[in-house]
Structures are given as C-alpha cells and as structure tokens.
C-alpha cells in the first residue's frame, strides 16, 4: 500500500547511487546477492538476540533490494537478474520470522508458524496472478519497470519491512505483530483472488 509512496521519494537517490555502482563495475545480481547475506546475517543476529543489530542488518538488505533495480536499469536488466531478485526476497521474508521462530520456539512458534503460511499464500497469490498476466500480455508499471506483473496490496514491501523492524525494537511483542500482520496479509491475498477472478474471467467462444 505504501510502495508506490516510498518509491517515488527515493527513486531519485536510488538510482543515481545505482549509476555509481554501476560506473565502477558492481553489478545489479552483486547487489541482490550481498542484501540476501546481510539479511541471513540480520536473522542470526536475531537468533543471539542482539535486536539491535537485527535491524540494522534488515535496513541494509532492503537498501540493496532497491539499488539492484537501480543497477540493472543503469546496466543491463536480464531475466535471470529478476528471477533471482524474487526468490532471494521471498527467502529473506522467510529468514526473518523462521528467527524469532528459533530464537523463542515456545514463544513465537504459533504466531511465527501463522505468519510464515500468510507469507505463503500471499506470495502463492502474488506469483500465480504473474504468471496467468504474463500468459495474458498484459502489462503495468504501477510500481515502475518490473520483471513480472505487480500487482499491489495492502501488505506490500514497505509494511512488511517496518513490520520486522518493529520486531525488533518490541521483541517482546513480536506474537501480537506478527498475528495482526498476518491478518493483513490473508486480506491481501483474498483481494487479490478477487482481482483474478474478475481479471480473468473465461471468455466464451461463439
């Protein structure tokens, strides 16, 4: 819900630091690779209880998920650089919960289990409408230049991101976040069911 605000505010900056990177030969799948190791570095923060550091980590992976775009648009964008970007951002949302899952199983188990399938689902609905889109040759830059169809939701990049920031400055919270967060994303991926079935209604043939 807030990408698209929080993306026009630092586009600008993201891009000329991306032109910087891409200047001094740093590639766009560099970029997403070393924002996945800052956030596995970020969950084992997490898992020794050192928070603080947690959300530094997780601020500096989410800096470099958005300087890879920046890259590949200064460079060269290429399919697999798109595909790697998507799956190592579902395996960081992943690490993040599965952490305080490990660090606090009898604590955190239950709402980090919920929170885990809501990221399962929403992700499922997410990559499925893609895919019949793309099947489709439909198109949209609602969140500018993307490697698949994107279609946008309450519980998007930015709320997830504040989300484990907050767990980790209210660890102690963490169950109740992560039950409401998981609420939001079930009513994201059912709004986006419902986008589908009147999106892709079957047409009939005389």
């Not at 660890?171 to 079935?197: D, G, H, K, N």
């Amino acid at each position: 819900m807030l990408d698209g605000h929080f993306k026009r505010g630092l586009d600008p900056w993201l891009d000329d630091a991306g032109q910087a990177l891409a200047r001094r030969g740093v590639g766009a799948n560099t970029v997403t690779i070393t924002g996945f190791l800052l956030g596995l570095a970020a969950a084992l923060a997490i898992i020794l209880d050192a928070f603080a550091w947690g959300f530094i980590l997780i601020g500096a992976s989410r800096v470099c998920d958005g300087l890879d775009g920046a890259v590949a648009r200064a460079t060269e964008k290429t399919d697999f650089g798109g595909f790697l970007d998507i799956v190592l951002d579902f395996a960081f949302y992943g690490l993040i919960p599965f952490a305080f899952i490990f660090a606090d199983p009898y604590e955190n188990g239950a709402a980090g289990g919920l929170l885990l399938l809501s990221f399962y689902i929403n992700g499922a609905s997410f990559l499925a409408y893609s895919v019949m889109a793309e099947k489709r040759g439909l198109s949209t830059e609602v969140r500018g230049a993307k490697s698949l169809y994107f279609t946008t939701g309450l519980a998007e990049a930015t709320e997830t991101i504040a989300v484990f920031l907050a767990f980790c400055l209210f660890p102690q919270w963490f169950s109740e976040i992560a039950i409401a967060f998981a609420l939001v994303c079930f009513y994201t991926a059912l709004s986006r069911i419902m986008l589908a079935r009147a999106s892709f209604k079957v047409e009939i043939q005389a």
